[in-house]
Structures are given as structure tokens and as C-alpha cells.
């Protein structure tokens, strides 16, 4: 039976973010969930620290200033955005302390509570403001990051570091490999989550249309222009953030135009004579290396450094295939939901699939890995995907080895560097042939599996020391 006189610490303890600190800003109480989530263990790690000096992004101590409760505050704990509610405590009319607890412990709580505040009210009403929001909205998450390996590994905490800074991000790599993503997941970590994330492709939209896109204009600026004029996505983005894609698509005038919104933190809309500032973040990217743009004339150098704050790589599919299963499970769960009107339900995925997909480079990394799934999937009539529903794919990857070039030789290579570059392209050719599979590789080169493993070691050891031991031309 509850007996709350004994049992109130453990009713506490079960309110999530509960804290309690005293007149001096020293913790009192705090419970065990928010104790977890700062990756300590016990109260004795919190007990008596400063609130500011343990959760930086904290506000309850300004209560003791003020006196006075604080409804939806905002802080962040490892990458989450928590919603918060705080109340000072009286005794006998002095204040000695002050209480707070999570509201939304996730910003994906509170999403999720405003789509059901939405929902009520006229139907009309909800599918326009749906349409209207739907475009202004971070759709992906870290969570949807799929990998776990040191590439991967790398790459989240970065995101995360970036999503704690009001900096503009560059973010670079190859065309399908989720650079979108990662501006998706930076905006949702931020404290700028709660407000619009507006996504421009720099390639979609004409030249001579571009900056009354981007930066709205009044009425009568141009023929055809809306009555009462139109708000720019910049604009838009105020608060919040402002994803510009494939930025090497951009004019030389355009990023004049944009250095100095991004410097000045203000806009004019086209025909307009006053300055609007807004508070806008950008995240650009662009499939291109940014220095060899601005070698070429194609980028502005004070463009380029203005966007360079913070540089996020995203790694290429073939520099990381040990996620592949991680990602290729992923993307089938989606086909499943995609697909789930047609009762077609793929459960599992054979080992031999991984290797295979293994087998090849995937120069349109993860979008092309999607299609080759997909193609299979729709292919797959029981609960597993084999081999066999991937025929096609591993017909075109023989096509491909038979038409690899021969291994050429440096002419200045001793004979130890001839016999090394050699070695290696024939375990490279072996594991090509026989699908990434480690023992019939082994079989095939007449080698033990042992014997493999540490050539392949050593391989590792040398690429990391970027010592390149063969070559094809």
C-alpha cells in the first residue's frame, strides 16, 4: 500500500527531470532518470553542484532571481531539447530554493502533442495548415543515421557537436550519401528545433528567380509580383534554419547576395528599402570539394570561408561497408511500411545478400543502394531476401570484374613493392569473385583463412598510413 509520508521519494524519483536546488544554485535533489541521462550513476555525483556548472543549459537558477515560475523553458542534455517547467519555494514567505521538471523530456514528445492539438477543430482548416508546415518541418533524426561503425561513429558526434553551436555549417560529400540528412538531424538536435527548417535547392530553382525566392519582395517590385508581395525563405527561417543544397550551383553575384545576409544577419526583399534582420541559421552543402570550386573561380573565397565555420564530411557507402546490413535492414522496414497495402512483408535478410552487396563500391552510395533493395524486394515473395532476388545485380558486378583492367606497375617499384602490389590485387580479385566471403577467398587464393585475415590486416594498417600499394589506371 502507498503510504505517501514514506514513499514520496520514490513518487519524485518517477517525475521525469525532477530536480530541486537551494537558495545557493546547489542541487538538493535530483532524480534518477535525469541522473542517467548526464551518464552518471548515483545521487552522490549531483548532490551539493552548482546547477550551472552541472547542466550549463539549465535556467532554474534564475527563479531564485526572480522569484517568480518558468513555464516552457528549453534546455539540452546530450543532444536532446527538453521542455521544462519551474516553480520557486517559500517558507514562511522567504524564498529558499526552487523545483523543475520535464514537460517533454524529447522535442519529439512535444511534435507529437502539437499534431494532436492540430487535429482538432476543422478538417479544411488541418489539411492546409498540414500542406503549408509540411515542407518547413526536419523530417530525419540521428536515429535515422543508420551505422554503427568508427566512419559512422565519427560522423554522429560531429552532428551532435554542431547542433550545440548557432554556427554555419558546411557540409560536403557525394551525391547520395545523406548530406540532407545530416542538416535534418543538426536542426532537430538544436535549440532552434521548434522552429521552421526550410530547404532550398540551389540547382531547382532559375537564376534570375533565386533572390526573390530566397529573400521575398514587395508589392509592385516586379511585373507578375503577388499582391501584398511575399515573404523570402530566409525569412521564413527566422529562428530557425535555413538548408541550402547544392550551393555550387550558385551565381558569384547570388553569393555576394547571401555573404551578406549571412554577415549582417539581415535581408531586403527585392524592391524593398528597408532592412528586416532575422535570426536565421544556414546549413549548405554541395557534392563538389568547395576548395577546387574556389580555385575555378566558381565560389567566392569569402563565401567559402563564411560557410566553412563548422566543415562536416559525410563519408562515401564504400568507405564504410560495415554498416551496410545496419542500413540495408533500414531501408527494407521502410519498403515494408511502403509496401504493407499489398501484404508484401520481407522479414529477414540472408548473410550471403551482405556479402554480395558488399562486393561492390557504390558510387551512388546510399540512394543507389535503395534502388538495388527496392528492385529485389519487389521481386521477394516470401519473408526473406536471397540472393537469388538480387540475379541481376550480380550479373552486372561479374561484368564488371571481367572487365577490370590489368594491375600496372610503378617503374620505379623495387621488386618487394612489385610482389606486394601484386599480392594485394589478388586478394582484392578473390574477394571481388567470391563475394566478400573470407573462406572461399582463402580456398580460391590456397591460402588458410588465418593466413587472410592478417594479410588483410596488414592492408588496413597500410591504407591508414596512406601508403598506396597498388594502382590501376
Excluded at 531539447?81 to 514528445?109: C, H, M, Q, R
Excluded at 515542407?135 to 530525419?140: E, I, P, S, V
Aim: proline share 3%; with cysteine; aromatic share 8%.
Amino acid at each position: 500500500m502507498l503510504d505517501l509520508a514514506l514513499d514520496y521519494m520514490h513518487i519524485l524519483g518517477n517525475i521525469d527531470g525532477f530536480l530541486v536546488i537551494d537558495k545557493d544554485e546547489k542541487v538538493v535533489y535530483m532524480a534518477d532518470n535525469l541522473i542517467r541521462q548526464m551518464h552518471l550513476e548515483k545521487p552522490e555525483d549531483v548532490i551539493g553542484e552548482n546547477i550551472r556548472e552541472l547542466i550549463p543549459t539549465n535556467n532554474t537558477y534564475k527563479i531564485l532571481q526572480t522569484g517568480e515560475k518558468q513555464i516552457g523553458e528549453m534546455y539540452f542534455i546530450d543532444g536532446y531539447t527538453i521542455i521544462s517547467n519551474g516553480y520557486p519555494i517559500y517558507k514562511d514567505g522567504e524564498l529558499i530554493g526552487a523545483f523543475e521538471y520535464d514537460v517533454f523530456s524529447n522535442i519529439g514528445f512535444l511534435e507529437e502533442f502539437m499534431e494532436k492539438v492540430n487535429t482538432v477543430g476543422d478538417d479544411k482548416a488541418n489539411i492546409h495548415r498540414k500542406k503549408h508546415n509540411a515542407n518547413k518541418k526536419a523530417r530525419y533524426s540521428l536515429d535515422d543515421m543508420k551505422g554503427s561503425g568508427p566512419a559512422m561513429t565519427k560522423l554522429k558526434s560531429e552532428v551532435v557537436a554542431a547542433a550545440k553551436s548557432q554556427s554555419t555549417v558546411l557540409i560536403t560529400g557525394e551525391t547520395g550519401c545523406g548530406k540532407e540528412l545530416v542538416a535534418h538531424a543538426i536542426h532537430k538536435l538544436s535549440q532552434r528545433s521548434l522552429f521552421h527548417f526550410v530547404r532550398v535547392n540551389c540547382a531547382a530553382i532559375p537564376a534570375e528567380l533565386f533572390e526573390s525566392e530566397l529573400f521575398g519582395y514587395d508589392e509592385g517590385s516586379f511585373t507578375g509580383a503577388r499582391k501584398g508581395g511575399k515573404f523570402g525563405m530566409a525569412e521564413i527561417a527566422s529562428n530557425g534554419t535555413l538548408f541550402l543544397d547544392e550551393i555550387d550551383n550558385l551565381t558569384l553575384h547570388m553569393q555576394a547576395k547571401i555573404l551578406r545576409f549571412l554577415q549582417e544577419k539581415e535581408i531586403y526583399h527585392v524592391g524593398g528599402d528597408f532592412a528586416i534582420p532575422v535570426n536565421t541559421r544556414v546549413v549548405a552543402a554541395t557534392n563538389q570539394d568547395p576548395r577546387k570550386l574556389v580555385e575555378a573561380g566558381k565560389m567566392r573565397k569569402d563565401f567559402y570561408y563564411r560557410l566553412n565555420v563548422i566543415e562536416i564530411h559525410v563519408p562515401p557507402l564504400r568507405e564504410r561497408k560495415e554498416d551496410i546490413p545496419e542500413i540495408a535492414q533500414s531501408l527494407v522496414e521502410g519498403f515494408n511500411t511502403t509496401f504493407e497495402a499489398v501484404g508484401s512483408r520481407v522479414e529477414s535478410i540472408d548473410p550471403e545478400v551482405y556479402r554480395l552487396l558488399a562486393a561492390y563500391d557504390w558510387p551512388g552510395n546510399i540512394r543507389e543502394l535503395s534502388n538495388v533493395l527496392e528492385r529485389a524486394f519487389n521481386r521477394c515473395e516470401g519473408k526473406r531476401m536471397k540472393p537469388e532476388h538480387f540475379d541481376d545485380f550480380a550479373k552486372d558486378l561479374d561484368l564488371r570484374a571481367q572487365k577490370e583492367e590489368p594491375l600496372l606497375f610503378d617503374e620505379n617499384a623495387t621488386l618487394k613493392e612489385i610482389k606486394d602490389q601484386a599480392e594485394d590485387y589478388a586478394i582484392r580479385r578473390a574477394l571481388l569473385h567470391n563475394g566478400q566471403n573470407i573462406t572461399k577467398a582463402a580456398s580460391a587464393l590456397g591460402i588458410s583463412r588465418q593466413i587472410l585475415h592478417r594479410k588483410l590486416k596488414a592492408q588496413k594498417e597500410k591504407s591508414k598510413q596512406k601508403v598506396t600499394v597498388w594502382h590501376r589506371t
